[in-house]
């Protein structure tokens, strides 16, 4: 099992910028990906960006989210981050940490609320 408990949500004026954590904990080592989905009120999930757990592999992006946010991850920490810059009101939502093991079982986090306001 994973868990995973994500930080940094608030509330942010049009065109500023938020950092969300998440720090992994439990079976670390049979992860493969992670990333970050969000939902918005009345909306599906949807997937805003990941990354490969190890070296290899390339980041991934939502086409909504490209150039202005940036994910990251620090494998020390068992963490990933989503620098998120230039915020929009439709980045309103509850963002999810997401993680991906090697035969394909995901685990999410409980989610932490974005509130842009315009």
């Known amino acids: 099992q994973v868990q995973l408990v994500e930080s940094g949500g608030g509330l942010v004026q049009a065109g500023g910028s938020l950092r969300l954590s998440c720090a992994a904990s439990?079976?670390?080592?049979?992860?493969?990906?992670m990333g970050w989905y969000r939902q918005a009120p009345g909306k599906q999930r949807e997937l805003v960006a990941t990354i490969p757990k190890g070296k290899g592999g390339s980041t991934n992006y939502a086409d909504s989210v490209k150039c202005r946010f940036t994910i990251s991850r620090d494998n020390a920490e068992n963490a990933v981050y989503l620098q998120m810059n230039s915020l929009k009101s439709d980045d309103t939502a509850v963002y999810y940490c997401?993680?991906?093991?090697?035969?394909?079982?995901?685990?999410w986090g409980k989610g932490t609320l974005v509130t842009v306001s315009s």
């Open positions: 439990g079976s670390i080592f049979t992860l493969a990906t």
């Open positions: 997401n993680a991906r093991n090697v035969i394909g079982m995901q685990f």
